[in-house]
Structures are given as C-alpha cells and as structure tokens.
C-alpha cells in the first residue's frame, strides 16, 4: 500500500478489496516451486487489469 498511500490513492488501489482496481496475472503453477530458468515458460490462465479481464487463455 505504500506506492498507493504517496499517491493519495490508498482508498481505490493497491489491496485487492470490493470497489478496488486491480491488476494482476493468474498463472497455473506455483511459480517458487519451478526452476528460475523456467519462470519464462509459464503461460497465464488470465489477466486483469483496472478491475477488467483484458485476456483468457483459450481453451
């Protein structure tokens, strides 16, 4: 929260609450589990960004 709360925008950004944007990625696999020369090779499953799914990976 600290970037949001600089910025005066702590009540809209930086927590993933109701009526807050969000950004984020969903990928499938737990990411510190894998080989850091395989983190690359991870595909995600969605994307959201400002509360909006902007991508799904297709079926």
Known sequence: MGDAY???A???QESIEVRKFA???VI???YMTIAAEDIWKIEPEM???G???V???PA
Do not use: Q
């Open 28 to 30: 499938p696999v737990d």
């Open 47 to 49: 994307t959201v960004i």
């Open 51 to 53: 509360g909006e799914i």
């Open 55 to 57: 991508y799904t990976r």
């Open 10 to 12: 702590e009540d809209i």
């Open 6 to 8: 600089i910025r005066f």
């Open 23 to 25: 950004d984020f990625v």
